[in-house]
């Protein structure tokens, strides 16, 4: 009946069921001990008012089912209080419900103290979220990465930059597993600080460590430092942490790729896109054929249609664009024969919309020819 009323959001009605069910106790309860059914059904209907901010029924209840029940409350039962009080912005009522809690001997665990200290630095209380934490470990509990995020990400929005690296170190010590998310603010704080060669070192630090999470995604770090001009750095990075097995996601190779491109490290790039391939990471064909233009610009157009063999076996199909660059880096190049090798595999492909297009891009190979002559 709890759970029908609150799916359908009747809410003042499992109020008047709660009522009921305290001034009627269950028959199964005859001897010493009260139903064991009644904490569950409480804790749904607490949670359910704590959802919606109803707190004057949330605390009713609470108090109601602490007086059914055998023993003290369980610790989630408090944590669901003090998080609504959180989510609504009552945080002096959440630290007086911990207070409560406290008093009825009942143990906080580290969901109790997050939500306390996430609720410190919303409002803009960091040095009481700070107290909290040093509270958390003067009761044996032992902080977790949410734990450390919360606060790392408060160090940075009070501009205390040295404070929140000095979680990391903290959390190497107390041997906390860091997730995408830590590394993702850590990156964030840095850079938005203009500090993006620091961020760099602190990620490839804790990758030599051992400790940086397999699944993150460094592209964040890579974009920026391309922004920065710094794409020799971001290739080092890249390459580092693709030595170790930490493979970079598509676009943070896209965007390096695009990096390099407009500095001119055409060199770099191209061995960029041949690891790619040969990984069989397929790259979008834009970026593909930006590069190869460009190869072909500087006289590469051997290497460029190798680079297109390589992609064809890796299952990144060349288009009209593709056979066009090459054909016309051939025609820079001098090279009639693998010109019109190449012309007639787009023809046989059906890139050539008509003979006309045949005769001229056939005509440009002959001129090539003829000049070098």
């Not at 665990?109 to 209380?125: A, E, M, P, Y």
């Not at 010590?173 to 602190?202: P, Y």
């Not at 076996?313 to 288009?319: C, Q, R, Y």
């Amino acid at each position: 009946m709890a759970r029908s009323l609150i799916s359908s959001n009747r809410l003042d009605s499992v109020a008047s069921l709660l009522q009921f069910i305290a001034a009627n106790p269950c028959p199964c309860s005859d001897g010493i001990f009260s139903c064991p059914r009644t904490e569950p059904i409480f804790r749904v209907s607490i949670s359910s008012f704590c959802r919606i901010g109803r707190f004057d029924y949330a605390l009713c209840a609470f108090d109601t089912m602490k007086r059914l029940i055998d023993g003290k409350p369980n610790v989630a039962l408090y944590n669901i209080m003090i998080h609504g009080f959180v989510k609504f912005g009552k945080l002096d009522h959440a630290v007086e419900f911990y207070d409560r809690m406290i008093r009825d001997r009942v143990k906080p665990d580290v969901i109790t103290f997050n939500t306390l200290i996430s609720g410190h630095c919303r409002s803009r209380k960091f040095e009481l979220a700070l107290e909290v934490f040093k509270e958390m470990k003067n009761k044996g509990c032992v902080p977790n990465v949410v734990s450390f995020n919360t606060l790392i990400k408060g160090f940075f929005r009070e501009g205390k930059v040295e404070e929140a690296v000095g979680m990391v170190h903290e959390m190497i010590e107390l041997g906390c597993e860091f997730s995408s998310v830590t590394c993702e603010i850590l990156v964030n704080g840095l850079c938005q600080r203009g500090k993006i060669i620091e961020a760099c070192d602190l990620i490839l630090d804790l990758s030599r460590k051992g400790v940086l999470p397999r699944g993150f995604d460094y592209f964040a770090l890579i974009e920026r430092l391309c922004e920065d001009g710094n794409v020799e750095r971001a290739f080092e990075v890249v390459d580092e942490f693709w030595r170790k097995a930490n493979v970079p996601s598509l676009i943070a190779c896209t965007t390096l790729i695009e990096g390099l491109r407009r500095l001119g490290r055409v060199d770099m790039a191209f061995k960029l896109m041949e690891k790619l391939l040969k990984d069989c990471i397929v790259p979008d064909s834009v970026t593909f054929n930006c590069l190869l233009s460009d190869m072909c610009d500087s006289g590469r157009v051997l290497e460029a249609n190798k680079l297109r063999l390589l992609a064809s076996s890796k299952g990144l199909n060349p288009d009209g664009m593709t056979y066009r660059i090459l054909i016309s880096g051939y025609m820079k190049a001098g090279r009639r024969k693998e010109g019109e090798v190449l012309l007639d595999e787009m023809l046989d492909r059906g890139f050539i919309p008509d003979i006309t297009t045949y005769n001229r891009l056939m005509d440009g190979l002959g001129k090539a020819k003829l000049h070098l002559d």
